[in-house]
């Protein structure tokens, strides 16, 4: 990236910053860097994401996404054949004496298939203590660079359905040592994503969090010279990535924020499409949280009020600058909101424009989120953010730059099984907006729904109960807040005997 970024500055007459210098005097590997080109699916798509929608991101440069859905393993002709399945996968991971590096590969494939299409809490949970060291020792010690790729992704899917308080501790050194010293660059990819589930759901304490943060924002400034990935786009998009996604987890980041303006901006000069967006993201993500509602206590001369009296935005404090070279960088942003350089595709043209349009209307006014419209509505007001992903009959609202973050990082885990971990796994709903469904003209919280198939998993998938179940959900439809009061003993049961740490159930937003 910075070669190409060199050469463009010395085209235009401008030299190379001493910052940049130091970073292109690291030596890259002998090997071959990873190709710069724009990962397919990347996250960029996010912002149109529908029900259907099958591919979203990559972990190691699609080498296992590709795989982990194909058509073997596509939804078995009994609703409940995948359980025996995945329990045969369990056991064959976890006895690993006469198991070849293929045997394991095309174990761990399954594996992740079954837990990207299901909620399999009920299964997990009693083999955790077997599943771990097995998946661990993969990542440790694999053959080949998919078994150590799917051993990442197998210990993050199992997070994400059954999230540990003890988890990050014991796989922190085992994913840190991969991405420093693996010999495979999908693999450092595939640890990066997965070391930033890991500390996200698998217990770390927030100084923990802010120590990850770190590591990834050396990954990014350094252009991947710090694990000798120099120049390689894929690792500096996953650090980058990953960074603003446990920012979210983060109730306050001024102490972090200088820094880190100062890579992002940085990375806002690369020559990869995909680095660039990434990076604007994290900036419209700093400049959000930059500003919070007005308390009781806050002077009235430190709330700013909008200019126009025709917007649902709250009150608002500015708590701490972000950047103080704030016009430059709005300068910048506008520039790349209307690249037109025949060197970059016409797609990499669309998504720039696309996404560099709502960083720059969060930076000149951190209270609007992404895809803001200021047009009216009948009534008067602005329309405001006009993001929505729509989740069978109801519609999610993605109007903050955290929402985006979450809901991407869950995308990039989760893919096409997304949609039935929303509506069954409490750990992915809790991480995202509410939603409302309409069955017939009611709307149904999507969380009651899935309380309900909580209920039904801990039942043990009795297919009678099932479909009770299910005949209840069209008939609270009408009389939800009585059903409610009625359930609220049972709901209480399910939720409080899921292994969801207490911390996690109520994620900061």
Avoid at 205 to 217: C, H, K, N, S, T
């Amino acid at each position: 990236m910075h070669d190409l970024r060199k050469k463009a500055l010395l085209e235009s007459g401008k030299t190379v910053s001493k910052k940049a210098k130091s970073k292109e005097s690291t030596p890259p590997l002998s090997r071959g860097n990873t190709p710069i080109t724009s990962p397919r699916g990347s996250r960029v798509a996010s912002r149109n994401v529908s029900d259907d929608e099958s591919e979203y991101s990559d972990w190691g440069n699609n080498s296992i996404d590709d795989l982990i859905a194909p058509s073997e393993y596509e939804e078995d002709a009994e609703p409940d054949a995948w359980i025996g399945s995945l329990e045969e996968r369990i056991e064959a991971i976890c006895d690993r004496k006469r198991s070849s590096t293929e045997g394991r590969e095309e174990t761990m494939r399954g594996f992740c298939s079954t837990l990207t299409r299901h909620y399999a809490q009920a299964e997990i949970e009693p083999k955790i203590n077997g599943l771990l060291p097995a998946l661990l020792k993969s990542v440790k010690s694999g053959q080949s660079e998919r078994e150590i790729e799917f051993a990442l992704k197998a210990i993050a899917l199992i997070l994400i359905t059954d999230p540990s308080e003890t988890i990050y501790d014991a796989v922190r050194d085992v994913f840190k040592n991969t991405i420093n010293d693996s010999p495979y660059s999908a693999a450092k990819i595939a640890a990066i994503h997965a070391l930033s589930v890991a500390t996200f759901y698998g217990g770390a304490a927030e100084e923990e969090v802010g120590e990850i943060m770190d590591f990834f924002l050396d990954i990014a400034s350094s252009d991947g010279a710090v694990i000798e990935e120099a120049d390689n786009a894929h690792a500096v998009i996953a650090a980058l990535e990953e960074w603003g996604f446990l920012a979210t987890q983060l109730e306050d980041v001024e102490d972090v924020t200088e820094a880190a303006m100062d890579t992002f901006v940085d990375q806002l000069d690369s020559s990869d499409a995909n680095v660039q967006i990434a990076a604007g993201d994290n900036i419209a993500l700093l400049f959000e949280k930059s500003y919070t509602e007005a308390e009781s206590d806050d002077e009235p001369e430190d709330i700013e009020e909008d200019e126009e009296d025709n917007t649902n935005l709250p009150r608002m404090v500015k708590r701490y600058t972000v950047y103080r070279q704030t016009h430059q960088l709005q300068q910048q942003l506008e520039a790349l909101s209307k690249a037109s350089s025949k060197r970059i595709s016409k797609k990499d043209r669309k998504n720039l424009h696309l996404s560099f349009n709502d960083v720059l209307s969060t930076v000149e006014n951190p209270k609007r989120g992404p895809r803001y419209s200021t047009a009216l509505d009948p009534d008067g007001r602005q329309y405001g953010s006009r993001l929505r992903v729509a989740v069978h009959g109801g519609k999610m609202t993605i109007d903050k730059w955290w929402k985006l973050h979450r809901l991407n990082a869950l995308k990039r885990l989760l893919q096409g099984g997304f949609m039935a971990h929303y509506e069954s796994n409490r750990t992915v709903f809790d991480s995202l907006p509410d939603v409302t469904e309409i069955i017939g003209s009611k709307k149904v919280d999507l969380g009651f729904k899935a309380m309900i198939h909580t209920l039904v998993n801990r039942s043990g998938r009795n297919t009678h109960i099932i479909a009770e179940t299910r005949a209840k959900l069209r008939r609270l439809a009408t009389s939800q807040s009585r059903v409610l009061a009625r359930c609220s003993t049972s709901r209480s049961l399910a939720w409080s005997t899921s292994r969801i740490p207490e911390s996690r159930q109520t994620f900061t937003r």
